[in-house]
């Protein structure tokens, strides 16, 4: 079982950046469907960005041209690159991979926008 651990949550101010990582153990990425997904309070978790083996990405309409996902996969590391971060951007944040069938979730980070 892959093991994933975010890093990289915390208080940002309206217009500001953030990046989460997401490091895992075992020998993944290179051939996996990694993504990011959310959750605010009282809300269902949802969709954020997605990056497919071949290299495809896609955004979620709310995070497009301001969200990107991207792997190092000789770091075994995911991340989310976040810029002009709005306030409904606060959430949960939870990175995902999926090899051949074989889905793991990270623990989730706090990620918060307020000034």
């Known amino acids: 079982q892959v093991q994933l651990v975010e890093s990289g949550g915390g208080l940002v101010q309206p217009g500001g950046s953030l990046e989460l990582s997401c490091a895992a153990t075992g020998s993944i990425f290179s051939d996996s469907y990694i993504a990011w997904h959310r959750q605010a309070p009282g809300n269902q978790r949802e969709f954020v960005a997605s990056?497919?083996?071949?290299?495809?990405?896609y955004y979620a309409d709310s995070v497009k041209g301001r969200f990107t996902i991207s792997r190092d996969s000789a770091k075994k590391t995911m991340y989310l690159q976040m810029t002009s971060l709005k306030p409904e951007d606060t959430a949960v944040y939870y990175c995902?991979?999926?090899?051949?069938?074989?889905?793991?979730w990270g623990q989730g980070i706090q990620v918060t926008v307020s000034s």
């Open positions: 990056k497919a083996p071949i290299g495809t990405t």
């Open positions: 995902y991979v999926d090899k051949s069938g074989s889905r793991s």
